[in-house]
């Protein structure tokens, strides 16, 4: 693995850090929304905002691997880095969406716990790709073992959760069916994250 010394590099890790914070923004957003779903009619356009602009982020690091004679990881992982990123986004924003279509009024602790699940996440992720920048290779493991942690509290919130309104889905089959389609959502995203870290753990192996 090259480290991110040259000014080509560097432009490579710019635009995964970019990524990354860009998750880290959307993560924050959807906290807030999480946490006040009343909020809908401000917040979810501004994490749609941050998805397109991901994808701009996207496009920019195909162009910048497409026309770069060295790189400093394989073509085929800084692609597959990119990708992941994006799709940590993409379900964070699909869950704005769906609170704000099913019109979603009042938090519950299983949306707060993936709030606070996801925002853990993504911070992990900025910290990896600091790592990845400065070659640090073994440091990246204890972030990648974190966020596989942390996207296990997000199976066990889903859980958790769909025992609770499986209790009361016969009095109110309309939210039952709409909230699990949303629980389900946000722990796609914390699986879309650990997504990340399993792209990061296998340029590990490569280069340890």
Do not use: W
């Not at 974190?146 to 066990?156: A, K, P």
């Amino acid at each position: 693995m090259l480290p991110f010394t040259n000014s080509k590099n560097q432009e490579f890790f710019r635009l995964l850090r970019n990524k990354a914070e860009n998750a880290v923004e959307t993560a924050n957003l959807l906290s807030q929304l999480l946490n006040e779903p009343a909020r809908s009619p401000e917040l979810t356009p501004a994490i749609k905002e941050l998805e397109s602009k991901g994808d701009h982020l996207t496009h920019d690091l195909f162009a910048l691997i497409h026309k770069s004679f060295f790189a400093p990881l394989e073509r085929d992982d800084l692609s597959s880095l990119g990708v992941a990123l994006d799709s940590v986004v993409d379900a964070m924003e699909a869950t704005a969406a769906r609170i704000s279509i099913y019109k979603v009024q009042e938090s519950d602790r299983f949306l707060k716990a993936f709030a606070q699940i996801l925002r853990a996440q993504c911070a992990e992720l900025v910290a990896a790709i600091d790592l990845l920048a400065g070659n640090k290779v073994p440091q990246i493991k204890e972030r990648v073992i974190q966020i596989n942690f942390l996207e296990n509290q997000g199976d066990e919130t889903l859980r958790n959760a769909l025992v609770s309104i499986f209790e009361t889905a016969s009095a109110d089959p309309v939210r039952f069916i709409t909230m699990k389609e949303i629980y389900e959502t946000l722990e796609q995203a914390t699986d879309e994250a650990e997504s990340v870290a399993n792209t990061l753990e296998g340029v590990i192996m490569k280069h340890s």
